[in-house]
């Protein structure tokens, strides 16, 4: 039976990625834990708690008391947060990660899952249908921290045999969490808007595409990850993933289809720069050819469920 920590798990990802887990292994075998104090729902759910990854000790003592053997690390300062202290996210991003990868060595974990982004690129990376195996010279802290933590897992499965895994995430939708402090944030907010009837002030330009996913289909890439054929994989941290593309012009042409009096302005703002870094279209094939990955959403699926689901609660 699996026993797994899962570290940022009141974030974005972690929200929705624990309830999957529990569903799946039962919720008395998945502990939730962030720096943040679990709310009294949330320690409702399951076992839930605070922990500091960036303390060892800490990480250690919770593993041995609660019989852990795999490790879904989602602890991470995004782009456009870590650029406003960068000094702050280098600490949390390369330390925590550290911390985990040595004891997953110390103590021999089975599995440990660790996600990292499309801010590993830069702006000499090809843009279009950006490869696998490319030029990784990101302009952020975070995508430098990323590009570090990538081959940080491949040393230690190469090196000690730990099985770690992990996904090149896209820019995130999710109708349950709200954004955590990146770049691709305005395609969350967007939809609060529209559903509440506001204008939206987009901080890109209307044609800044980038590539996205819905977030169902981020939590079935990563389990779905976790599941496969070691034998299988040529790859280990850096699988590139994809569903669609979009920019805030082409998103906000959706919404409408739905919402026809919803209205956009645009105001970039520092956040530009970094978008205008990163690549308008991935390919994703190493992952499809090795673990079999395939999106279940496109973008007009993706908008009616959000635009559905926001619905009910807003």
């Given at each position: 039976?699996?026993?797994?920590?899962?570290?940022?798990?009141?974030?974005?990802?972690?929200?929705?990625?624990?309830?999957?887990l529990?569903?799946?292994?039962?919720?008395?075998?998945?502990?939730?834990?962030?720096?943040?104090?679990?709310t009294?729902?949330?320690?409702?759910?399951?076992?839930?708690?605070?922990?500091d990854?960036?303390?060892?000790?800490?990480?250690?003592?919770?593993?041995?008391?609660?019989?852990?053997?795999?490790?879904?690390?989602?602890v991470?300062?995004?782009?456009?947060?870590?650029?406003?202290?960068?000094?702050?996210?280098?600490?949390?991003?390369?330390?925590?990660?550290?911390?985990?990868?040595?004891i997953?060595?110390?103590r021999?974990?089975?599995?440990?899952?660790v996600?990292?982004?499309?801010?590993?690129?830069g702006?000499?990376?090809?843009?279009?249908?950006?490869?696998?195996?490319?030029?990784l010279?990101?302009?952020?802290?975070?995508?430098?921290?990323?590009?570090?933590?990538?081959?940080?897992?491949?040393?230690?499965?190469?090196?000690?045999?730990?099985d770690v895994?992990?996904?090149?995430?896209?820019?995130?939708i999710?109708?349950?969490a709200?954004?955590?402090?990146?770049?691709?944030d305005?395609?969350?907010?967007?939809?609060?808007?529209?559903?509440?009837?506001?204008?939206?002030v987009?901080?890109?330009?209307?044609d800044?595409?980038?590539p996205?996913?819905?977030?169902?289909?981020?939590?079935?890439?990563?389990?779905?990850?976790?599941?496969?054929?070691?034998?299988?994989l040529?790859?280990?941290a850096d699988?590139?993933?994809s569903?669609?593309s979009?920019?805030?012009?082409?998103i906000?042409?959706?919404?409408?289809?739905?919402?026809p009096?919803?209205?956009i302005?645009y105001?970039?703002?520092?956040?530009?720069?970094?978008?205008?870094?990163?690549?308008?279209?991935i390919?994703?094939?190493?992952?499809r050819?090795?673990?079999?990955?395939?999106?279940?959403?496109?973008?007009?699926?993706?908008?009616?469920d959000?635009?559905?689901?926001l619905?009910?609660?807003?």
């Amino acid at each position: 039976m699996k026993r797994i920590l899962v570290t940022g798990a009141f974030g974005q990802i972690g929200s929705e990625l624990v309830p999957e887990l529990r569903r799946k292994y039962g919720k008395e075998n998945v502990f939730a834990t962030d720096i943040r104090s679990p709310t009294p729902e949330q320690e409702s759910q399951g076992p839930a708690g605070v922990l500091d990854a960036t303390k060892k000790e800490a990480i250690e003592r919770h593993l041995k008391d609660n019989g852990i053997d795999t490790v879904y690390h989602l602890v991470s300062i995004l782009s456009a947060a870590g650029e406003k202290n960068p000094q702050f996210a280098y600490s949390v991003n390369n330390t925590s990660l550290y911390n985990i990868l040595e004891i997953a060595r110390e103590r021999k974990l089975e599995r440990v899952m660790v996600p990292s982004s499309i801010a590993v690129f830069g702006p000499e990376t090809p843009r279009d249908n950006t490869p696998n195996e490319t030029v990784l010279k990101p302009s952020t802290m975070y995508g430098i921290s990323k590009v570090h933590g990538e081959l940080l897992c491949n040393y230690y499965f190469k090196k000690f045999g730990v099985d770690v895994r992990g996904v090149r995430y896209p820019g995130i939708i999710s109708n349950v969490a709200p954004a955590g402090g990146g770049t691709t944030d305005y395609a969350v907010e967007i939809f609060y808007y529209a559903v509440k009837r506001q204008p939206y002030v987009c901080f890109l330009k209307p044609d800044s595409t980038l590539p996205m996913m819905y977030m169902p289909d981020a939590l079935k890439a990563i389990m779905q990850l976790a599941d496969a054929e070691s034998s299988k994989l040529k790859h280990r941290a850096d699988f590139n993933l994809s569903a669609f593309s979009f920019s805030p012009q082409e998103i906000y042409e959706s919404i409408r289809e739905e919402i026809p009096e919803f209205t956009i302005s645009y105001k970039p703002d520092f956040r530009q720069a970094i978008a205008d870094s990163w690549p308008r279209s991935i390919d994703d094939g190493a992952a499809r050819a090795e673990w079999g990955w395939k999106p279940d959403y496109d973008l007009k699926a993706m908008v009616k469920d959000m635009i559905k689901e926001l619905s009910k609660r807003l």
